[in-house]
């Protein structure tokens, strides 16, 4: 269950940075945004299409479809300047280039500061190589 708490607060995260195309996103941040996004797609559209088949219910299934247009868009371009990278990688059309552009948002985030801003896991990395070092010197 502490998956789907965490995935929530990501996924609110995104919409709290809905118009936020600085700074940058890690990779757990993006997938858990992309996860619950998906998930509320497919319930949305079961809803709409399956139970209730009128035009109110289809309504609000695209009514979500495009105002969690620009969360999307904010937090891919984020991504995407987390691993050093311009956010024109989004316009790549085709498979193939889609397959590449998947191989960006999967690349774990820049150790260093990059020109987007500093590395969102900074503190993390100093506890985990701060806890090793404690480890070791027992």
């Known amino acids: 269950m502490k998956w789907f708490v965490e995935g929530?607060?990501?996924?609110?995260?995104?919409?709290?940075?809905?118009a936020n195309f600085k700074g940058r996103s890690r990779?757990?941040?993006?997938?858990y945004f992309i996860l619950f996004h998906v998930f509320l797609l497919v319930?949305?559209?079961?809803?709409?299409?399956?139970?209730?088949?009128?035009?109110i219910t289809v309504t609000i299934s695209i009514l979500?479809?495009?105002?969690?247009?620009?969360?999307?868009?904010?937090?891919t371009v984020r991504r995407l300047q987390d691993t050093d990278h311009e956010w024109v990688w989004i316009l790549l059309?085709?498979?193939?280039?889609?397959?590449?552009?998947?191989?960006?948002?999967?690349?774990?985030?820049?150790?260093e500061d990059n020109k987007y801003g500093p590395d969102p896991k900074k503190d993390e990395r100093f506890n985990a190589y701060d806890s090793d070092s404690f480890q070791q010197a027992k």
């Open 8 to 18: 929530l607060y990501w996924y609110l995260d995104g919409w709290k940075n809905y």
């Open 27 to 31: 990779r757990k941040a993006y997938w």
């Open 43 to 55: 319930v949305t559209d079961l809803i709409a299409y399956s139970f209730f088949k009128n035009i």
């Open 64 to 75: 979500y479809l495009v105002t969690s247009l620009l969360p999307w868009l904010a937090v």
């Open 93 to 111: 059309p085709g498979i193939i280039l889609w397959i590449f552009r998947l191989d960006l948002l999967l690349q774990d985030s820049q150790l």
